[in-house]
């Protein structure tokens, strides 16, 4: 399976700043996905990341709050932007890896003050 | 739309008992099924999944589940649960058609008692 990577790992902000969190693959994979995992809840989809076209964003996330860039096959980003209290949780990035399967990185834990 | 169902949110074993964690979905179709773990602060890991054929099947860490089409259930199992096991396990549907979007269940967080 793909071996995924995410930075930063955890991050403390202040209200009202933005924060880009990386994800890298070490394999090509044609679709990358972000989640959103807020305290003590489960998964939620925020976007799907194509690579050479724009994010396809599920309801109730919108791409101004949450940009995502996908400039090749291996690498994306999620921006969680203007933060506020609420938008503190943990971000997953995942990879299909064109068997319909999931894999997962190991997640930013954001806090946001 | 499809959705997944985990009924129990807390379940506590003791160390070399037996494990059981139940899934629900609600799906016209046969789905893919999953089931995922997280230990604290790690991200998921795959622990076994489900497209077609034969209705049980095997995963990591001597993990098993089984299909019900007629019971719309894919459950967890484990027969001699180590205290390593303690974590928080999310079942998971996707379908064919879906764009390979998966739905997760609301967890269950397993303890292991010693």
């Known amino acids: 399976s793909a071996v995924i990577s995410q930075k930063p790992s955890r991050d403390i902000c202040q209200r009202g700043t933005s924060l880009t969190i990386q994800c890298q693959v070490d394999?090509?994979?044609?679709?990358m996905f972000w989640y959103r995992q807020q305290p003590g809840q489960s998964l939620t989809l925020i976007a799907t990341a194509n690579q050479g076209s724009e994010a396809t964003y599920e309801s109730g996330f919108v791409i101004d709050k949450f940009p995502i860039s996908r400039p090749n096959l291996t690498f994306s980003t999620l921006t969680v932007s203007n933060m506020s209290p609420e938008d503190s949780s943990i971000y997953l990035c995942?990879?299909?890896?064109?068997?319909?399967?999931?894999?997962f990185g190991p997640g930013t834990r954001l806090t946001v003050l | 739309a499809q959705s997944v169902t985990q009924p129990d949110i807390h379940i506590t074993v003791s160390e070399g008992a037996s494990l059981e964690l139940r899934c629900n979905y609600s799906y016209g179709a046969t789905p893919y099924l999953f089931w995922y773990v997280q230990s604290p602060g790690q991200g998921l890991q795959l622990l076994l999944k489900?497209?077609?054929?034969?209705?049980l099947v095997q995963g990591i860490k001597g993990f098993e589940a089984e299909f019900k089409r007629s019971q719309s259930s894919f459950n967890l199992r484990k027969p001699s649960v180590h205290w390593s096991d303690a974590a928080e396990y999310f079942c998971?549907?996707?379908?064919?058609?879906?764009?390979?979007?998966?739905?997760f269940g609301t967890g269950t967080q397993l303890k292991v008692e010693l």
């Open positions: 995942s990879v299909d890896d064109s068997t319909d399967t999931q894999y």
């Open positions: 489900y497209f077609s054929g034969d209705t």
């Open positions: 394999s090509q994979v044609t679709m």
């Open positions: 998971a549907v996707g379908f064919t058609g879906g764009g390979n979007k998966l739905t």
